[in-house]
């Protein structure tokens, strides 16, 4: 059998199968195209990395997996969907089976030079099953996005909801390729992930800032065909450096809260920016990693005051600020609504936090205001995730027919949870409305 399946892709007789969404921010990840073409051919995706494309690559180390069962080449899975060897390597063997070129825009090769491997990808699949839903619904055909192995990444923006990162069924985490993978269900018991659990999730008021530059980079990966290296991210930096914080490396340090060890590494060629790096720039500036890269003119110039001019009085320094530059500042923190505690404007303006609150009440009450109202924001988020992790653990023990004991559910989210005041109220409201089955 395997022969001539073989004998069918030497031919070429392989489907021209064309990646989903190429040009869009859900464009279909390299990993999840391997699996929709063995599905095509009716066959499993191990055999079709086993017995077609490792005896291809001609790479001994690869056929020495294959011939053990091909783990070492699932365990690193993740690298397929990047810019290192194993999406080269293998992106290579599919064009030439599926007389496709556009494969690449389904890995992050075209930024190869520009982002490195370092905080990029996750490990372990992340999925939407609302994108799940929709697939079948417009398409008939669940793939998976590209977008969903950013490791920043852990929110459907197009669903305003969570990525899932373990089956419902089985409570497992799945890796990016497995010999049985399947888009749309799980690798390890095969069920459908397009389930949507209706545990009354809260919407989520989360900025979608740094997600919306990774889109446009996933998006970009068919066009952005321009020769960019680190010498292009270097210059940048050294750009935005002199037009926005008026050439001083600390200026950049002190607004964007980056070491300054760490730029001065970035200058000197030590290392490139890790994507969240580059994105905490690009989303300060308001701009995108090629608009980044191609030194676009920003609005923005540096509000942190100038060093203080010092003057001595009976031999005692003392400082004397640029009360305009301080106002300034404050207002830029108000407009902006930029969540920073008054000890931590104090220190950017080089002042004591008491001069703030004795010359700017307003100023410093509004400030105060906006900064409360994030810490509430992020306790919010988090009680909205862990209300959410225990309705989803309660139900996953129903379904496998286990009574949700405190030992049990604290054995999947963690011991001592349910001793928290709401979550342990989630708990008991859950078991007093489904009383009547646990009965």
């Given at each position: 059998?395997?022969?001539?399946?073989?004998?069918?892709?030497?031919?070429?007789?392989?489907y021209?199968?064309e990646?989903?969404g190429i040009?869009?921010?859900?464009v279909?990840?390299?990993?999840?195209?391997i699996?929709r073409?063995a599905?095509?051919?009716?066959?499993?995706?191990?055999?079709l990395?086993?017995?077609?494309?490792?005896?291809?690559?001609?790479k001994?180390y690869?056929?020495?997996q294959?011939i053990?069962?091909?783990?070492g080449i699932?365990?690193?899975?993740?690298?397929l969907?990047?810019?290192g060897?194993?999406?080269?390597?293998?992106?290579?063997a599919?064009?030439?089976?599926?007389?496709?070129?556009?494969?690449?825009?389904?890995?992050?090769?075209s930024?190869?030079?520009?982002?490195?491997s370092?905080?990029l990808?996750?490990?372990?699949?992340?999925?939407c099953?609302?994108?799940y839903?929709?697939?079948?619904?417009?398409?008939?055909?669940?793939?998976?996005?590209?977008i969903?192995s950013?490791?920043?990444v852990?929110?459907?923006?197009?669903?305003?909801c969570?990525?899932?990162?373990?089956?419902p069924?089985c409570?497992?985490?799945?890796?990016i390729?497995?010999r049985k993978?399947?888009?749309g269900?799980?690798?390890?018991?095969?069920?459908?992930?397009?389930?949507?659990?209706?545990?009354?999730?809260?919407?989520?008021?989360?900025n979608?800032?740094s997600?919306d530059?990774?889109?446009?980079?996933?998006?970009?990966?068919?066009?952005?065909?321009e020769?960019?290296?680190?010498?292009h991210?270097?210059?940048a930096?050294n750009y935005?450096?002199n037009e926005?914080?008026?050439?001083?490396?600390?200026?950049?340090?002190?607004?964007?809260?980056?070491?300054?060890s760490?730029i001065?590494?970035?200058l000197s060629?030590?290392s490139l920016?890790e994507i969240?790096?580059?994105?905490?720039?690009c989303g300060?500036?308001r701009?995108n990693?090629?608009?980044?890269?191609?030194?676009?003119?920003?609005?923005?110039?540096?509000?942190?005051?100038k060093?203080?001019?010092?003057?001595?009085?009976?031999?005692k320094e003392?400082?004397?600020?640029?009360?305009?530059?301080?106002?300034?500042?404050?207002?830029?923190v108000?407009?902006?609504?930029?969540?920073?505690?008054?000890?931590?404007i104090a220190?950017k303006?080089g002042?004591?936090?008491?001069l703030l609150?004795r010359?700017y009440?307003?100023?410093?009450s509004?400030?105060k205001?906006?900064?409360?109202?994030?810490?509430?924001?992020?306790k919010?988020?988090?009680?909205?995730?862990k209300?959410?992790?225990v309705?989803?653990v309660?139900?996953?023990?129903?379904?496998?027919n286990?009574?949700?004991?405190?030992r049990?559910?604290?054995?999947?989210?963690?011991?001592?949870?349910?001793?928290?005041?709401l979550?342990?109220?989630?708990?008991?409201s859950?078991?007093?409305k489904e009383?009547?089955?646990?009965g």
């Amino acid at each position: 059998m395997f022969d001539q399946i073989y004998a069918d892709f030497a031919r070429s007789k392989v489907y021209n199968l064309e990646p989903i969404g190429i040009g869009t921010p859900y464009v279909e990840s390299f990993s999840g195209y391997i699996s929709r073409l063995a599905i095509q051919h009716s066959i499993s995706t191990g055999d079709l990395m086993a017995k077609i494309i490792t005896p291809m690559l001609d790479k001994r180390y690869l056929v020495n997996q294959a011939i053990k069962g091909g783990e070492g080449i699932y365990k690193s899975s993740s690298g397929l969907n990047g810019i290192g060897n194993l999406a080269g390597n293998f992106i290579v063997a599919f064009e030439k089976l599926t007389c496709r070129k556009d494969l690449s825009a389904t890995t992050l090769l075209s930024w190869l030079s520009v982002l490195p491997s370092r905080g990029l990808l996750k490990k372990q699949r992340a999925w939407c099953s609302s994108c799940y839903e929709d697939d079948i619904s417009n398409q008939g055909i669940p793939y998976e996005r590209l977008i969903w192995s950013f490791e920043m990444v852990n929110i459907c923006t197009k669903h305003n909801c969570y990525l899932s990162f373990r089956c419902p069924f089985c409570n497992k985490t799945n890796p990016i390729l497995t010999r049985k993978s399947m888009p749309g269900c799980c690798f390890i018991c095969e069920k459908w992930l397009g389930v949507i659990l209706n545990n009354g999730a809260q919407p989520i008021y989360e900025n979608h800032a740094s997600i919306d530059i990774i889109e446009d980079i996933v998006a970009q990966n068919n066009t952005y065909r321009e020769q960019k290296n680190r010498e292009h991210v270097i210059g940048a930096i050294n750009y935005y450096i002199n037009e926005c914080f008026e050439g001083k490396s600390s200026r950049m340090a002190g607004e964007l809260n980056i070491p300054l060890s760490t730029i001065a590494t970035w200058l000197s060629g030590g290392s490139l920016p890790e994507i969240k790096s580059l994105i905490k720039i690009c989303g300060f500036l308001r701009i995108n990693l090629s608009e980044f890269l191609n030194n676009k003119e920003v609005n923005y110039k540096s509000k942190v005051i100038k060093n203080p001019i010092v003057r001595t009085t009976d031999s005692k320094e003392r400082k004397r600020h640029n009360h305009q530059e301080i106002n300034d500042y404050l207002n830029l923190v108000i407009t902006d609504k930029l969540p920073l505690s008054i000890s931590e404007i104090a220190g950017k303006l080089g002042c004591d936090r008491k001069l703030l609150s004795r010359r700017y009440p307003k100023e410093c009450s509004e400030i105060k205001g906006i900064y409360n109202k994030h810490l509430k924001y992020m306790k919010d988020r988090r009680d909205v995730e862990k209300l959410r992790e225990v309705e989803e653990v309660f139900y996953q023990l129903i379904r496998k027919n286990e009574y949700p004991s405190r030992r049990k559910m604290e054995k999947i989210i963690g011991e001592g949870v349910l001793q928290e005041s709401l979550l342990q109220q989630k708990w008991n409201s859950l078991k007093e409305k489904e009383s009547i089955k646990l009965g």
